[in-house]
Nanobody
């Protein structure tokens, strides 16, 4: 099991930046896949970015070139650097961990990101 706590959300103007953090309650070096998802009002939760233990990353097309995911295994933390934010990035952002051996999904409580135009 793992508990995930997100932080860093807030209100920002379009074009601005935010950095989200996801602190895990256990060591994450053995968790292969961690990522960020988001859910806007009235929409389904969607993938934003994922990162493997080896550092391989994957991004949604809508955020490529603007967002960067990273992980610090020593700090048991995953980050999402968000630049050039757009109003359509407004959503609740959730941290996810897929924990072996069953690849069980764990979620944080979410952090609100609001981008004003």
């Amino acid at each position: 099991q793992v508990q995930l706590v997100e932080s860093g959300g807030g209100l920002v103007q379009a074009g601005g930046s935010l950095r989200l953090s996801c602190a895990a309650s256990r060591r994450i070096f053995s968790i292969n896949a961690m990522g960020w998802y988001r859910q806007a009002p009235g929409k389904l939760r969607e993938l934003v970015a994922t990162i493997t233990s080896g550092g391989s990353t994957n991004y949604a097309d809508s955020v490529k070139g603007r967002f960067t995911i990273s992980r610090d295994n020593a700090q048991n933390t995953v980050y999402l650097q968000m630049n050039s934010l757009k109003p359509e990035d407004t959503a609740i952002y959730y941290c996810n961990a897929r924990v072996p051996p069953l690849n069980s999904d764990y979620w944080g409580q979410g952090t609100q990101v609001t981008v004003s135009s």
